[in-house]
């Protein structure tokens, strides 16, 4: 069972407002170094009412630093490292809002407006049922290489969707570690959910960056868990079909 570090507060002052707003959740492993910037951004955003953020087991001192200066924040601390899904899927406990929005903890330059206009539109018109902000890269060369295998919409962990489909995405899917985004692009596919995708809203450093020669290891990992969960054929699918179209009004 997850341990809460903290008690939570809305963000928002309106009740009536709650069934509109968005919670926010935020996994973590090891992030000392660059969550506060990101939780400094996140909690300017207007329409969050809640950010969760889960400590999928880290060895460093993330937790007490999110605890000690972000008391607004509840923060989850899981046991030991089970992976990003089921760090999510426990944040996903405690969301009580209609829509969830998920980010990576290590983002850089965030763009609130962006994120707050986003927001505004899934609240507005209830035919989106979900936006992807595209995944933006450092070093330039892996960025061209991750659209050209379409990675910056299918593999982007940055979304706004219904809590209610994300809960159904783990009840039916239940995926593991990495998985997670591609289960979601399946069930939205099946179900004939209408998804669009959005440019990116920060930089996402890479793994190599904090790790070295680990981050390259780390990436060719998930790509072959990914393969095993999907297969040739339905990664050729999401590759062709999923998620095609941006928002007609670019956010």
Request: aromatic share 10%.
């Amino acid at each position: 069972m997850p341990i809460i570090a903290t008690k939570s507060e809305n963000f928002s002052e309106n009740p009536d407002e709650k069934k509109e707003i968005i919670s926010c959740i935020i996994p973590f492993y090891n992030e000392e170094k660059r969550i506060s910037s990101v939780l400094k951004a996140i909690s300017q955003i207007k329409g969050i009412s809640e950010i969760i953020c889960i400590d999928d087991g880290s060895t460093d001192n993330t937790s007490a630093l999110v605890e000690n200066t972000f008391s607004k924040i509840r923060l989850i601390k899981l046991g030991k490292n089970k992976g990003k899904s089921a760090a999510i899927e426990n944040g996903l406990t405690f969301v009580k809002t209609r829509y969830v929005f998920l980010i990576d903890s290590d983002l850089n330059n965030l763009n609130i407006e962006k994120i707050e206009k986003a927001i505004n539109a899934v609240k507005t018109e209830d035919s989106i049922d979900m936006f992807i902000f595209k995944i933006i890269t450092t070093p330039t060369w892996l960025l061209f290489l991750v659209k050209f295998f379409r990675g910056d919409v299918i593999a982007s962990g940055h979304r706004i969707l219904k809590t209610a489909d994300l809960r159904q995405v783990f009840s039916s899917r239940k995926p593991k570690n990495y998985q997670l985004e591609v289960a979601i692009n399946e069930y939205m596919m099946e179900n004939k959910k209408k998804c669009f995708w959005l440019e990116g809203i920060g930089t996402n450093p890479h793994k190599s960056e904090k790790t070295n020669l680990k981050g390259w290891i780390d990436d060719l990992t998930v790509i072959l868990l990914l393969f095993g969960y999907l297969g040739v054929f339905n990664w050729l699918k999401q590759y062709f079909l999923f998620c095609k179209k941006g928002y007609e009004k670019q956010i």
